[in-house]
Every structure is written in C-alpha cells, then in structure tokens.
C-alpha cells in the first residue's frame, strides 16, 4: 500500500524515554550511542539477569499536581505530558486554534493493561469491595490519547492504533490521511507505552524475556504534523516532511522480495531508522547495506509503540535537505516504510 | 470524484444471532438475545444478564491447538470475518497485497487474560497461551493469516467506537485506491473486566437495557463480532458481487470533556454526524433513521437526543432514532459494526428496526425512538452512531 504525500510537515516534537524528559536527551543519548537500559531489579528479575528502558527520571509531579496525577495511568501521564511538550515545541498554545482542527492519534503498545491488572486484581484478592472504580475508565487502551486530548482540548479525529510492533506508524499513517482529506490542520501522533513488573512475569510465561521482550522499554514519542501551507501561514518552524508511507499487512509465502520492493524507494535514503523488528529482518538488511542506519532498541528499547520515539529520534537528528527512511517491522506482520526529508526542503 | 465504496459481504457471530440470516430475523424481527451469564460468576453483581454466546465449542470449530492460542474475540472474529469473505464471493478475485483488514478491538483477549493472572495471583500454574490474545491487534493478525490479506492490518482501539471507525478507515483505503479490498469490523467477547467495571461504575441495568425509556439504569453487555467485506463499486460490479449497501461518509472526533462522562450539550457529537453527512453527499432530508449509539443509560440517551435536534432540527422528531442494543446487548469494542451491520440489513429490508424494552416515556427522550414497533421506510440512507469511554465519537452514513 503506497501513499505519496503532499507537503505534509513536522513542525513539533516530543519524546519521553529511558533516556530522559525531552528531545535533547534522547538525541544525546543516539549520538553517543550509549545504551540507557538498566538492570532490571532483582525483585523483578526473578532471578534472571534483564534489562529494561524504564522512563526513571519521568516524574509526573514535574508537571502536575499529585491529585490530578493520581487520576492517570502511566500510559495516560506519558501521553498527556509529551502532546504538551510537542505542542509547545510546535509554537501550538492551547486556543490559538480552534479545537475541533486538532486531532491525535497515538499507537499504543500495552497501554490499559497495567490499570486493567490492578483492577482485577483487586476483584480477584476482596471480591466487589476490592473493585475500584476510579481504575476501570483507564483499562482501555485509547485512554492515552483520549485524557491527552482533554487536558489539551483536542476535538478533532482522536483514533488509538494497536498493531504489534508497528502502532505508532499505524497512527501516523492516519494523521497524514486526516490532514490530507481535511479533517483536521494539525495531529499530534506518535507511540505510548509503559512497562510494568507484571508485564516482565507475562514476557517470561511466553518465553519472549530472551527474545523479542529482551531489553523493553517504555516511553512516548510525539510529532507534531500540518499541512505546509498551515504551518507556514502561522509562522511555524518546518522541520521536516513526511513524503512518503509504504507498508504492507504480512508477507506472502514465495513473495517476500516483492515485499521489500513494495515498501522500500527507488533510491536509497541517506539514513534509516530502525523500529520494532525491523532490525532483525535480514531482507531490509540486505536491500540497504551501506546506509547510515539508526537504531534505536539497544538505546532506550524496544516495545510495540516505540516507532513513535524512534520517529521523533529520526526526525530531530536529520539536517536539513537529507532524506531519511523509517522502517518498522512485526514478525507477522505488518512492515512500514516512512519517508522523511530534514528541514523545510520547498 | 471518489468511487463509491460498497458492501459486498457481511457476516455475524453474536449473542443474538449465530450467522447473517439468524442476525437478520433478530434485527427486523425484534429478538433480544438478553439471557441469564454463565461464562463466569455474575452472582456478586446486582445485574446478572446480559447476552452471551452459547453453544459454542472453540475445539469443534479450530480444533484444540488452535482453539488454545486464539482468543474468544479472535476465535468470533474468524468465524465472523469468514462468513463476510465467502458472502462476498471475493476468493482469487484480488492479489493478496491488495487485500487488507481493518478491525475495532476493545478488551480483545481480557477474558483469558484475566484467568492467567487469576492463576498467577492464587500461585498455580497457568497456560501461557491464556496470554496470546491479550492485545487487541491479534484478531486483526489471525484474520489476515487465515485469509491471506496481504496488503493492509491494523486495529483501531477507541473503545465502544472502534469498529466503527474500522469501517471508515477500511472504506476510505478501498476509495482512494490504496487497496482493492478491505475486510472491516470488530469483535469483543465478555470479561469479567469489563462486566465487573461497569457494575462498578453502576451503569449496568439489572433489567434487560431500556434504552430511551423511562426508569432506564444503563446498559446490558454483550459479546460477538461483526464483520464486512468493501470494495469500489466498478469492481465489484465487474466481478458480478451482490451489493448488500454502501458507506456513504463517516466522521470522527473526540468531545475532549470527560472520560467517562458524555459532554451534556451534545456539540459535538451533532459536529460529527452533520460531518459524516457533509463526506457522504447526502442531505439531512435523505436519512431515514438513525442507529443509536443508544446504550440506555441515563445520561447517554438524553445527549444523544439532544444531538439529533442539533443535526436535524425541527425534523428530529421525523428522523426516529433506534437502538438495537437490546437485541444485541453492547458488544463494546464491537458494537460499532455490529450496528453497522444491523443497519444495512435493515436498510435492504426496508424496515427501521424497534427499540424494545419500553418501560415509559421519559420526557427528556421525546423523540421518536420506534418503541411501539418497526416500521416500513423507503429510506435509502441512515447514520449508525457510536460513542466511546474518552469521548470518542464515530458516525458512519450507510446506504443501499
């Protein structure tokens, strides 16, 4: 499936990771290319040696009161805090547009999961009197963007994507297509995630903690996009712009070197970005041997909306007038391929 | 000019109704599928019903390994996307990178998820296969196995207007030719999650759900899976494909006021159904009726009729406005399509479905809401609403 944009841009971005509150800390931290990932405590562990990307230095009380925290799962605290922070960086004040012109859409990984765990397990421990109420309305999986889109008066398309290691190009996808058709001047879109002990116990039931769930992170990465005209008309500063959104729904048997053709350019990109399991599909490897390639699972993690941060990551790091590509994988699937230019490129 | 997007297959396995053709009896005939819950312990709640899929046996249907690693929305969501594929006659008539599926999930595979954790707390074992299904994206991943759709899968998860909002997305490919084909809908089973939260937030009526009526407590739950098959309309008249309807528009949004709570204005949920009318080309004089989101609590129905005089003026009372919730209960993640369905059937039929269960006329809900029966309509057009937790709101203008 191929969409040619045009003049679709970036005018704001977020991030919030394993690496810090902010942009600055995730770009520092793909410079050097240290990894953030911390030892995942034995409490925790059980006994395995693990690493996860925790968010750490995330404090919700930096940015709210604890009453108003309180009301909020992790996923939603993430959402709520990075929107604001790719608003603000878009120059986006809340009323200088009108509401119903702004819309989000966040692919969220294991989002309402940690909430729904807490529930039920005060209904499996206390029966009814163990029930909390104020716990359920966070158990869906689009309360992220939706308690985003209250605290930031967001009115206009609101979709949440779920879709194995590729949520947060799902959601991207969607926001060019509501820009495109005119359903809204601005989305805010990227990925949401959160990682919970819980969460690790599930890993290693599935046997996944030595695998894909090796070194899992969590956090939030937000763009901010507009049409062109929109963004220049109010003065933003561009950039980047999305050209193009390649993907595919799975592979077909036999057919796997059409596939990589139907996602990737004519021309190669000056660099790519890596996301969910993008790196360990040999096929793209080879189809791109000598590009400039980053990679952002050994740094602050991997996880099924991390597509948003490593986005944001690409997008912040492109100098203006390269060409960069974005690519996303799921072992069944689906692939993505986004196309990105650095800067304001007429 | 965009082509028109028309609907080629449906297909339904729901509480109410086990195919298309029981689906179709129950809708134009006004057959609650309401019962008494036996898929876990109701007996703390106060309401105990709701409307289950019984008689259903995973093993006889994928055999036991399979039946073990897919979850009750993906086991409903496969036999109900199955049935759209072959109504649909679309076999070898598409490459398969052509072909996509779009699907609206809400609490997916909580229902074995939550035995998995109920095990871990207690400290006994549990089958990890409980875990598969958990997130709302596999149902979307085994229908575009089993079908071998190529082109396209993703999952929309905006609570109780998730599939709604598939079927929009879904027609909106298939109209600017991204694919040639779109498998669309939702599937949602009961958890002890989802019943236990809405007890708890005491929105669930201990009667069979009411909505528009007088005395209404909320909502009765249920479960299933709805599912459509879209593709434009040159081609499908090509292949010779019966057409069962159209998507004419859709519209979506969010009111930005409340998580649970609906914005008691209604301004924009009236926003969004005049925009789905403004994307299908139709006038408010062409729709019929419309399906309501009409979940029969409380607040939510008097919103929703305050919306319709928004939309459609002085004719609101002349547009009836349906629930058809009580024959279905609130599938959740799948209400959205299984409406949407429900709304087709009824369009072909030439019938605006009853709401049934009148317990009295409310005076906050004074339009007309076919309460005292179905009714013959040479409409062509209606509008299927849905609401959702986070103020998410779709409509979707449907057509024959």
Redo the contacts between chains.
């Keep these: ?3 040619d944009l045009k003049n679709i841009v970036v005018t704001g971005l977020a991030a919030i990771s394993a690496a810090g509150v902010g942009v600055e800390p995730l770009v520092a931290a793909v410079r050097t290319g240290n990894s953030c990932l911390s030892a995942v405590p034995e409490t925790v562990a059980g006994g395995e040696r693990q690493k996860w990307g925790r968010a750490e230095q995330f404090r919700a009380a930096d940015f709210m009161p604890p009453l108003k925290a309180r009301k909020f799962d992790r996923c939603s605290l993430f959402a709520v805090v990075a929107a604001g922070q790719a608003l603000a960086s878009a120059g986006l004040a809340k009323g200088a547009l009108p ?2 012109r702004i ?2 859409t966040i692919g ?1 990984g ?1 989002c309402g ?1 940690a909430n ?2 807490e ?3 005060g ?3 206390m ?2 009197d163990g ?3 104020m716990l ?8 992220a ?3 985003a ?2 605290e ?13 290691f590729c ?1 947060a190009e ?1 959601a991207l996808q ?1 926001a060019c ?1 509501f820009l495109e ?1 005119g ?1 809204a001047d601005v989305m805010v879109t990227g990925g949401v995630d959160e990682l919970t002990p ?1 969460m690790l ?2 890993f290693r ?3 996944q903690d030595r695998n894909l769930a090796a070194g899992f992170g969590e956090g939030c990465g937000m763009l901010v996009l507009e049409n062109r005209e929109h963004a220049e008309s109010r003065g933003a500063t561009i950039l980047g712009e999305v050209t193009t959104i390649n ?6 048997a036999g ?1 796997e070197t ?2 990589v053709r ?1 996602l990737l350019p004519a021309s190669a990109p000056a660099r790519i970005g890596l996301s969910g399991t993008a790196d360990l599909w040999p096929a793209l490897e080879a189809a791109l041997p000598d590009v400039a390639r980053l990679n952002l699972t050994p740094i602050t993690g991997r996880s ?1 909306a991390m597509g948003g941060l490593a986005m944001a990551a690409l997008v912040a790091t492109l100098e203006s007038g390269d060409t960069a590509l974005h690519l996303a994988a799921s072992p ?3 692939y993505y391929a986004i196309a990105f230019h650095g800067g304001a490129p007429a | 000019m965009r082509e028109q997007v028309v609907i080629t297959g449906l297909g339904i396995f729901c509480g109410a109704a086990g195919d298309l053709s029981a689906f179709r009896r129950a809708i134009l005939e006004g057959r609650s599928g309401v019962g008494p819950l036996d898929l876990f312990d109701v007996s ?2 106060p309401a105990r019903i709701g409307v289950q899929v019984r008689d259903f046996d995973p093993v006889a249907r994928f055999g036991r390994r399979d039946a073990a690693k897919l979850s009750r929305a993906d086991q409903f969501g496969l036999i109900a996307a199955g049935e759209a594929l072959e109504n649909s006659g679309i076999s070898g008539a598409y490459d ?2 052509a072909l ?2 779009a699907v609206g ?2 609490a997916a595979g ?1 229902f074995q ?2 035995q ?3 095990a ?3 400290e006994r074992s ?1 089958s ?1 296969d409980l ?2 299904g ?4 596999r149902t ?2 085994v229908i ?2 089993a079908h ?12 109780c207007s998730s599939s709604s ?1 598939a079927i929009g ?1 879904g027609a ?2 298939v109209a600017t030719g ?2 040639d084909a779109v498998v669309c809908g939702g599937s949602d089973s009961l958890s ?2 989802t019943f ?6 005491r929105v669930v009526d201990p009667q069979p759900c009411a909505p528009f009526s007088l005395g209404r407590q909320g909502i009765t739950l249920g479960e299933g899976a709805a599912f459509m098959v879209l593709e434009r309309e040159s081609a499908a008249r090509r292949r010779g494909a019966t057409i069962h309807g159209r998507i004419l528009g859709y ?10 709570a609906p914005d008691p204005t209604g301004e ?1 949920a009236a ?1 969004i159904m005049a925009e789905a009318l403004t994307s299908s080309g139709a006038g408010r004089e062409d729709v019929g009726w419309v399906n309501a989101h009409g979940t029969g609590t409380p607040l939510n129905d008097v919103v929703e009729s305050t919306a319709m005089k928004l939309v459609f003026g002085e004719r609101a009372k002349d547009v009836p406005l349906v629930s058809t919730k009580p024959v279905t209960g609130h599938c959740l993640g799948a209400a959205g399509s299984i409406e949407a369905v429900a709304t087709v059937l009824a369009l072909g039929a030439g019938t605006i479905p009853r709401t049934l269960h009148f317990r009295g006329r409310d005076p906050e809900c004074d339009l007309d809401y076919c309460h005292d029966g179905s009714r013959q309509t040479a409409a062509t057009v209606a509008i299927s609403n849905s609401f ?5 709101i779709t409509s979707l203008v449907l057509g024959v």
């Design positions: 499936m191929q969409q509401p119903e819309g989000i969220a294991f999961i729904s765990e529930f039920l397990s209904y499996f421990r029966g009814v029930l909390s109420p359920f309305p966070n158990t869906v999986a689009n309360a963007a939706s308690n889109s209250i930031h008066g967001l009115q206009g398309p609101n979709v949440t994507a779920v879709q194995r949520s799902s969607l297509r058709e359903r819980r116990q599930g039931a599935l046997r993907s595919i729904g799975r592979l077909v057919r059409e596939a139907l099924l069944e699937g689906p | 703390p709640f398969p990178y996509g599926v999930a809400g909580m998820g939550e998995w954790l109920k871990v707390l207690q549990a990890p875990l598969r958990i997130l709302p994206d979307a991943t575009a196995e071998g759709l190529a082109g396209y899968q993703g999952t929309v998860t905006t609570a909002t997305w909106d490919l991204k694919l002890i999650l236990a939260g809405f007890n708890s937030l519209a979506i949004g969010g009111e930005a006021h409340h998580m649970t924009v926003r959702a937790f986070g103020g998410n």
